[in-house]
């Protein structure tokens, strides 16, 4: 049994801003964060899978596969986009890196079993950096 994980990169722009908070409330629990005009991040993505090796191919999943489904249901969606604005799930949940690796989680389980219909390889877990210093990782099955 194999673990793999390929990385992906995507820019994307957030504001930390919670509706059910005010103003005041907003500024002393996000900080700069909160700014009114957001900020950037370079967003590393880490999508690990796990299965046995395939007898037939020695590999445990095909790598292009993986790329396609995180290119329509992640990078399209997400790249150089304001998340605040332009994702709709973020218009009432805020976009702090936990919400999107759940998010991410979410989009990629759900469509699992379109690119990889057999009972391997399982989608295991999503790691997402958004600086060197703050990374947050999930497991699927920590998701509905
Ligand atoms: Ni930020």
């Known amino acids: 049994m194999f673990r793999v994980t390929r990385q992906y990169r995507f820019a994307a722009s957030h504001r930390l801003h919670a509706a059910g908070l005010s103003e005041e409330q907003n500024r002393v629990l996000y900080g700069k964060c909160n700014n009114p005009y957001g900020h950037g991040h370079n967003y590393v993505v880490d ?42 799930c973020f218009e009432s949940v805020v976009p702090t890196s936990e919400n999107l690796a759940a998010e991410i989680c979410r989009r990629l389980k759900k469509n699992w079993s379109t690119a990889f219909p057999g009972e391997w390889p399982k989608l295991e877990k999503i790691r997402i950096a958004e600086t060197t210093r703050n990374i947050f990782e999930i497991r699927t099955d920590e998701i509905e």
């Open 47 to 88: 999508v690990s899978a796990c299965g046995p090796t395939d007898e037939r191919t020695g590999r445990v999943l095909d790598i292009r596969l993986l790329d396609q489904l995180v290119a329509r249901q992640v990078l399209g969606p997400f790249e150089h986009r304001n998340l605040n604005a332009e994702v709709e």
